[in-house]
Each structure stands twice: as structure tokens, then as C-alpha cells.
């Protein structure tokens, strides 16, 4: 049985992974029909959230026939998601997740997303921080490293989980990678462990 925190998920659960401009309600809705067990919200940016933007709070939307659904969020001040993860946690998800895993340059070239695997200690900080204030599980959703030469998922993982996270997804490719290449699933394996 696949548990996170008090979420029973079943023994081989389907999920749907967070995607920006695709994972939206009516996404969602196709998605739960055709039996995802667990589903995740588009990311959503904190400092959008924290100002009341309505592209973000729009995306809090979450409907009762969807649960189990995690709020995933990103952000790169640490203020500003512990804020934005109380705001969340107001729109009842069952979860909220962090996104340290976007590559695209509008997000990981400021300081968000995959960003943070070049600053573990920013990162342990910002999770407990969001860990230790909201009542719901926390997961995380990262890659293997920056690049090829600082694959540091194994770190990541072990200190995350040191700190209280009930998951963590991992992109099995490098922030540099983007979307193309070969995922090193032998690493995921070692990170599974
Ligand atoms: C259009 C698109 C939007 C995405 N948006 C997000 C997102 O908002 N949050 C996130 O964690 N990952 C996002 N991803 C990454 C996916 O969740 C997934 O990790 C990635 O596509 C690798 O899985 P795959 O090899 O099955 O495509 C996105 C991917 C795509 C293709």
C-alpha cells in the first residue's frame, strides 16, 4: 500500500503529474475519470499567490470529487512560500507539494524551481519552514541535479526526508537536460532506497 501521510493510495497508484496549461480542473476531470488516484494542481507561483494575482489564486481551484489532490507550488524567497503555502492550505488540498524541479529559464534563472538544487541549505530551509507551518502532508517534486557533473538527488533526498517530507518525485534527468534525453533511471533506483 502506497501511503502519504494519511492518504492511502493502493498498491500501484496512478498519478497524474503537475503541468503547467494542461493539468487545469477540466484536465483533471478527463484524468479522474479515466482513474488517476492522485492529481496535482499546475504549479502555481507564490509571489503571484501572496499578491492576490488572479492567474494564480484561480489555479487554488480544487473540487471535492478530486481528492486526492495536491497545490503544488514555486517560488524563490523563502518568506514568501512559507506565505503562499498557508494560502494554499486555505483551499483544502489533501497536499501541498514544492516544485524544486522547473527548468525553463523564467523560473530557474530566478532563483525557483530547479534553481534550488544549486543552494541545498536554501532549500532544507525553505521546505522546513513550509513543513513546520502547514498541517497538511508536504512533498516535493525535484530532478536529479543542476547538470551532469552535480547530480546531487541523493543528498537532496536524504535531507528532505530528514526534515519531515511524506514524498518526493523525481524528474530523472538534470535541470540541463530540460525534457530531451536519456533519464538515469539507475540513480532513481539508488534514490528509491
Ligand atoms: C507542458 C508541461 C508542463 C509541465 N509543468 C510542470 C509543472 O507545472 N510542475 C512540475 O512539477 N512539472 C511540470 N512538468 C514536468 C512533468 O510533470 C514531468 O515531470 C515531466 O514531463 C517528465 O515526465 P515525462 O517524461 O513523462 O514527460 C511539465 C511538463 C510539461 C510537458
Redesign the pocket.
Known amino acids: 500500500m502506497v501511503k502519504i501521510g494519511n492518504i492511502e493510495l493502493g498498491e500501484f497508484p496512478l498519478l497524474l ?6 493539468s487545469d480542473p477540466p484536465f483533471r476531470y478527463v484524468c479522474k475519470q479515466q482513474g488517476a488516484d492522485l492529481m496535482y494542481t ?2 502555481i507561483s507564490s509571489e503571484g499567490l501572496i499578491r492576490n494575482a488572479a492567474k494564480s489564486t484561480h489555479k487554488l481551484d480544487v473540487f471535492e470529487y478530486e481528492r486526492p489532490i495536491g497545490i ?1 507550488l514555486f517560488g524563490s524567497d523563502i518568506n514568501s512560500m512559507h506565505e503562499a503555502a498557508l494560502i494554499a492550505e486555505q483551499a483544502k488540498p489533501d497536499l501541498i507539494d514544492i ?1 524544486y ?2 527548468p525553463v529559464k523564467q523560473v530557474a534563472c530566478k532563483g525557483a524551481g530547479a534553481a534550488l538544487l544549486q543552494d541545498i541549505p536554501k532549500m532544507v530551509s525553505m521546505t522546513k519552514k513550509i513543513v513546520d507551518s502547514v498541517k497538511l502532508p508536504v512533498t516535493v ?1 525535484t530532478r536529479l541535479g543542476w547538470d551532469d557533473k552535480t547530480k546531487n538527488i541523493l543528498e537532496v533526498a536524504e535531507r528532505l526526508q530528514d526534515i519531515g517530507i511524506k514524498a518526493l518525485t523525481v ?1 530523472a534527468r538534470t535541470r540541463s537536460q530540460m ?1 530531451k534525453g536519456s533519464a538515469d533511471w539507475t540513480l532513481l533506483g539508488e534514490t528509491e532506497k
Open positions: 503529474a503537475p503541468m503547467e496549461d494542461v499546475e504549479f503544488q516544485n524541479g522547473c517534486k524528474h525534457y
